[in-house]
């Protein structure tokens, strides 16, 4: 079977065609993947990452807090940039505008401007102030008195009293036991035993009597 030159000439044209336009469509893909600056911002650093840039360029990139100071001045690099290190932003109690701005040296249109927003850190946050409360302040305790109270002055008086206490005699108990003292004086018998002397006196005196004057009746 024979083919035609023509249909080889048709088939080799096409193809021709066909890898000039995908070589066409890589040529033309290749800028959009070139010069890509990626950042990220948090509430206390900044990280960059700038990748595919003209390495027969000088391509610059600044970072700054805005209305602030720069992060990063001024910094030439070539195909690619990154921080080693992230950049520390400064401590705030409120959010923070911070810039990216990178100048490619082969194409200004691949230059680069952004801004982003750097939150407040936790513990940076002020905290919120306590409101005074209405309540009255307890009043102050009194002054303590100098004074000595009655108690103290009371304790000193205990002393002597004790002394005293222990000085007075205590009065002895009569013993039931303890002998009887011997009698000096008189004592109730003694008006009996006086009659009934009084009483012999007078029946012998009587008696006497009586005797002398019979002897004188007789005589």
Same mark, same amino acid.
């Given at each position: ?138 009043? *102050?305790? !009194?002054?303590? #008195?100098?004074? =000595?109270?009655?108690? $103290? +002055?009371?304790?000193? @008086? &205990?002393? %002597? ?9 205590? *009065?002895? !108990?009569?013993? #039931?036991?303890? =002998?009887?003292?011997? $009698? +000096?004086?008189?004592? @109730? &018998?003694? %008006? ?28």
């Amino acid at each position: 079977m024979t083919i035609p030159r023509r249909s080889w000439r048709g088939a080799g044209a096409f193809a021709a065609a066909a890898v000039v336009g995908l070589a066409g469509g890589v040529i033309s893909a290749a800028p959009a993947a070139a010069h890509t600056p990626t950042w990220a911002v948090t509430c206390s650093e900044v990280t960059l990452n700038l990748t595919a840039y003209s390495s027969k360029a000088t391509n610059e990139v600044t970072v700054s807090v805005v209305g602030g100071e720069d992060l990063l001045a001024t910094t030439e690099f070539g195909r690619e940039y990154h921080t080693k290190t992230p950049l520390q932003l400064p401590k705030h109690d409120k959010e923070l505008q911070v810039r990216l701005v990178v100048k490619a040296g082969d194409d200004d249109k691949y230059s680069f401007e952004q801004t982003k927003t750097a939150p407040v850190c936790e513990d940076d946050e002020t905290p919120p102030q306590e409101t005074p409360s209405e309540t009255p302040s307890e009043t *102050p305790s !009194e002054t303590p #008195s100098t004074e =000595p109270s009655a108690s $103290e +002055t009371a304790e000193p @008086s &205990a002393e %002597p009293s004790e002394t005293a206490t222990e000085a007075a005699p205590a *009065p002895t !108990e009569s013993s #039931s036991s303890a =002998p009887d003292l011997a $009698e +000096t004086g008189s004592s @109730s &018998a003694t %008006p009996v035993i006086g009659g009934a002397a009084l009483a012999v006196l007078l029946a012998g005196g009587g008696i006497l009597w009586s005797v002398r004057k019979r002897r004188g009746v007789q005589h």
